[in-house]
Nanobody, 123 residues
Framework: QVRLVESGGGSVQAGGSLRLSCAVS????????MGWFRQAPGKEREGVAA???????NYADSVKGRFTISKDNAKNTLYLQMNSLKPEDTAMYYC?????????????????WGQGTQVTVSS
């Protein structure tokens, strides 16, 4: 059974930083695309970033230059380093694995999603 478990969310003031983690278990193939998406209260889900098996990355314009996606294949863990956080980054953040197309907005077709971790940024 494949499981994705996010951690690292919390509350931070604007301008602060957080690092999210997503631990993957039960999926033995290491050649797949992973990513993050988020959903704020009352808003639609929004893709944030994706990283392919070769390490190539892509980001939503709203987070480009502030967020960095990375992964540790040995630990089967995906990360999202979030710097210069803004109140509008407040959302539940989810990781997703095995994208059909490795693009940040394509999380909807990913095979597996995690349960999410809450990020709250206060002004």
């Amino acid at each position: 059974q494949v499981r994705l478990v996010e951690s690292g969310g919390g509350s931070v003031q604007a301008g602060g930083s957080l690092r999210l983690s997503c631990a993957v278990s039960g999926y033995t193939n290491s050649n797949y695309c992973m990513g993050w998406f988020r959903q704020a209260p009352g808003k639609e889900r929004e893709g944030v970033a994706a990283i392919d098996s070769d390490g190539s990355t892509n980001y939503a314009d709203s987070v480009k230059g502030r967020f960095t996606i990375s992964k540790d294949n040995a630990k089967n863990t995906l990360y999202l380093q979030m710097n210069s956080l803004k109140p509008e980054d407040t959302a539940m953040y989810y990781c997703a694995a095995v994208f059909a197309r490795c693009y940040y907005s394509d999380y909807g077709r990913a095979l597996y999603w995690g349960q999410g971790t809450q990020v709250t940024v206060s002004s």
